[in-house]
Each structure stands twice: as C-alpha cells, then as structure tokens.
C-alpha cells in the first residue's frame, strides 16, 4: 500500500475500469486510494454520451482504463477496437469542456500506443503534449498511486497552480456561507432584494457578490512556482518566437475575455466592438460606461465608445527600466497585447455615443478588456475630462540651454 497522503488530490476519485472486482491491478489501485485516505466512485463502462458530465463537478481526478469494451482480459477484434478508440476519444473531449481535472489513463496496453491514439485527434493531441492527460501502465502505478500523482502534479504547473487553488477557494467558499448563513439563511434573498429595487441583474450581481467576498477570505495558498523559472528561461532561450506568442496568449488571458465567455445582451464597461469599413479595414471601440447604466439597460441604452486604435512596433517604445510606456501621452490609455498580441492606445479625443441597437447592426462585440486595465483607461479619461486649463509660462522667461 502506498505510504503517501494525498496533498493536493484530496478528494473524490472516478474510476472507469472493467476490471474493477476481477482481483487485478486496478483493484490493487483503488487499494491504494483507501489507504491514502480518499474514496472514489467506480463505473465499469463509460457514461452514455447524453450523461449530464456536470454530476462530475466535484471530482478531484479522474482514472480510466484504455480497454473498456469485450470481455476483460479477452483480446478485442479489429472492429471493436476501433469502436473502442472511437468512443474513448468522444468521453475525453466532452469531458475536457466540462470539467479541468486531471485523467489519468491506467492501462495493460503499451503506453506509447495509447498516446498515439489520442494524437490522432487534434484536441486531445494538445491536452497529451500539455500533460493533462497522463498516460501509464498500470504496473507502474500499483502501490503507489498518490506517489505517481503527487509527482505529475509538482512537475506540472498549471496543474500545481490549479489544485493550490482549488483547496484555497474551496475552503473560502465554505466559510463565507457558513458565516453567512449563522447571521440568517434568508441572507440571499435580502440581497436580491436590494438587487431588484436597483433595476440590474440579481443573478450577474449576486455572483459579482459571493465572487468578491470569497476572495477577501482566501488567504496564503502556499504556492511556489520558483522551481519552474528555470524551464521557462531554457523555453525562451530555445524557441524565441513560440515563447512570444505563448506570451502573447497568457497576456490576453489576464486583461481580455473573448466574446464567446461573456453572456449576450449583457454589456459593460470595456467592452470592444469592432466596426468594419471599406477596404477590409476595421475600427475599434471600447466601451467606457459607468457600470450600473449598461446593466439594467435596453436596446435604447446609450454607451459611451472610445476609439482603440492599434499601435504599431508597440516592443520598440517599452520602457526597459520600468516595463511601461512613459512615452503615453495624457489624451490616451495604452494597453498592451490587448487580444491577438496587439496593442492599442485607448483616444480620448475620439468618443462617440451610440445607441445599443444601433451598435449591434453595425459592429460585433469581440470581447471585454477586464480590470485593473480597464479601471486604469477609465481613471486617465475622468482625468482627461477635468483637466484645467493653465497659462502658458511667458516666453521671456525661457532660456536657452547654454552650450557645453
């Protein structure tokens, strides 16, 4: 039996096997998840493909076996097999839309031979390559189960980072509504209340609501991710222009959310819409609103647009010494790698005001620039809107730098 407690896969398991109760290894391995302390719910085929995968909301991990149709322990025909790679792939991709949890696929096969079967679809290639899939015999596994997982996850960061995570929130979640509920269970309701008599969404504010009270409780996660700068440096040094744009792509991912995230009919400040114009030349404009005007308003809501206008060779004007432009000037905001890896600069000479309906017909919304970018172009404008007006300094009061 494996002597390791489980750190950071604490929780329930989901084993799919069809050899569960056979005596065999994978009976071995769920030995392994007793001693250690977990449990796991067993499953001897996979869930039918119209199975609501939300029922797997709360699993820590997920454990598979490769051969799940036939008889176990019974070679498998040309035609099953295929069947079976078929069916396999088909769980893995729904799954992977549903839930971000770790599947570890714990197999008689080869190893190798299981990988290149998941390489031949184009998702579950990535997900293989990115190690969010892992793939071992389970020989390799017995006895040691948590071992085996502990270890995947310390040499994974986004994993590491994912599961730290999960622990940290989770337990801050549960003492917000235990605090909560002690004051009265009626508490949610109270809000909604408050919710309807403001006029805005009581749904979209009451998870702005809980969002921003289990932050203010999670505290240290005991996270360290210094281990990892060495792989990254040798990644940067290697293969100069895949860092860049993997660069690129977690630099979007903090400051901007694509369109397809964000609920329709629900508009906000910093949200971007892009004007098409003859030539195949495109505008683009980003919302700056106060808040509580876009949210409890209608197709005749007025929002308030500012053209973003794309700034070319935007690395060249960096600050090195401070990471920043301290060429932008007081009448723009400059965002950098905004989406796609491009730049722009926020004008605030430049603003119009447009009708919801009206945008619609003549724009698409591509995504909402999130905050603190977003709270910073909208400090600089309620800047730029209040400047006063001074007396320039006298001309005869200028001098003329004396030459060396």
């Known amino acids: ?12 398991a989901l084993v799919i096997d069809n050899e569960i109760g056979g005596e065999g290894q994978i009976d071995e391995i769920l030995a392994d998840i007793r001693a250690g302390g977990g449990h796991y719910v067993s499953m001897a ?6 199975y609501d995968l939300d029922h797997f909301d709360r699993v820590a991990f997920f454990i598979m076996d490769w051969n799940l149709l036939g008889e176990p322990g019974l070679p498998m025909t040309s035609e099953l097999e295929k069947e079976n790679v078929v069916q396999n792939i088909a769980f893995l991709k729904r799954l992977a839309k549903s839930r971000h949890a770790p599947v570890f696929i714990f197999t008689n096969n ?3 031979d299981v990988v290149a079967e998941l390489e031949t679809d184009e998702e579950l290639s990535r997900s293989v390559k990115d190690q969010h899939i892992l793939v071992r015999s389970k020989s390799e596994v017995v006895g040691k189960l948590y071992e085996v997982l502990e270890q995947y ?10 599961k730290t995570w999960e622990r940290a929130y989770h337990s801050a979640a549960n003492e917000l509504f235990i605090d909560l509920h002690n004051k009265t269970p009626y508490w949610p309701v109270m809000m909604w209340q408050t919710f309807s008599t403001d006029d805005v969404p009581q749904e979209f ?6 969002n921003r009270l289990v932050e203010s409780r999670i505290g240290p996660m005991g996270l360290d991710l210094s281990a990892f700068l060495p792989q990254l440096e040798e990644h940067a040094r290697k293969d100069e222009g895949d860092y860049r744009q993997s660069m690129y792509r977690v630099l979007e991912g903090e400051r901007f959310l ?3 995230r964000l609920t329709d009919k629900i508009f906000a400040p910093g949200d971007v ?3 098409p114009r003859a030539g195949g030349v495109s505008s683009y404009y980003i919302n700056i609103r106060a808040e509580c005007d876009c949210l409890h308003g209608s197709d005749d809501t007025e929002l308030y647009l500012l053209r973003a206008k794309e700034v070319p060779d935007a690395e060249k004007q960096i600050n090195r010494e401070f990471g920043n432009f301290t060429n932008e000037k007081d009448n723009e905001a400059i965002i950098y790698a905004m989406f796609g890896g491009a730049t722009f600069s926020v004008k605030f000479k430049e603003l119009k005001i447009m009708k919801v309906k009206n945008i619609e017909q003549g724009a698409s919304r591509i ?6 970018f977003l709270t910073r172009v909208q400090q600089r404008y309620a800047a730029y809107i209040q400047r006063p007006g001074l007396p320039r300094i006298p001309a005869a009061m200028h001098v003329e730098e004396e030459a060396a």
């Open 110 to 112: 080869e190893p190798a």
């Open 273 to 275: 819409f892009c004007f």
């Open 45 to 50: 085929a996979l869930p039918a493909h119209d």
């Open 153 to 162: 996850a310390a040499n994974i960061p986004s994993v590491l980072t994912l």
């Open 1 to 12: 039996m494996t002597a390791v407690v489980p750190s950071l896969f604490k929780g329930i």
């Open 205 to 210: 504010e009451m998870i702005r609501l809980i």
């Open 367 to 372: 995504g909402r620039l999130l905050p603190p």
């Open 258 to 260: 694509r369109n397809e």
